[in-house]
């Protein structure tokens, strides 16, 4: 599952021209999963997909490892931190995955096998500011 907004960014940037034959691989990859992707509206996304800005905790099935990621377009991508490309081989196999789902991929290296434990996505936008939205119990609301 991906949402149309989502759907159009990843198409964009599988227009971007490639810079390695590497690369054109990952897109190819990314390619693939779009074309068998259910395209849905924003608002009827269940929480516990992966989509771009997700925060993904996976666990390792082999090693038992946890690490956590933010699935990010390839500009923002910075694996120090956490933040993974949509067109590494890592963020094109967690797309569109939910909480509980085993993922298996090909990776440098070798096949692994991920199970994602959570699931946590960003706080909306306010749409007049380009703020991020909290919302307030109202026992805990400023009086």
Do not use: C, F
Not at 33 to 44: C, K, S, T, W
């Amino acid at each position: 599952m991906v949402t149309k907004s989502d759907w159009q960014r990843l198409r964009a940037i599988l227009g971007s021209p490639s810079k390695s034959a590497r690369d054109t691989e990952h897109l190819l990859d990314l390619s693939d999963e779009l074309d068998r992707a259910q395209v849905i509206p924003e608002g009827e996304l269940p929480s516990d997909v992966v989509t771009l800005e997700s925060q993904v905790r996976v666990r390792d099935r082999e090693t038992g490892m946890v690490s956590n990621y933010t699935l990010v377009a390839p500009a923002q991508a910075d694996v120090s931190s956490g933040h993974v490309s949509v067109v590494a081989p890592l963020g094109t196999a967690l797309l569109g995955y939910r909480e509980g789902d085993e993922v298996e991929w090909p990776m440098p290296g070798g096949v692994r096998r991920l199970w994602i434990e959570r699931v946590t996505q960003p706080q909306p936008l306010s749409a007049d500011r380009g703020e991020h939205v909290t919302s307030v119990h109202p026992a805990h609301a400023p009086a």
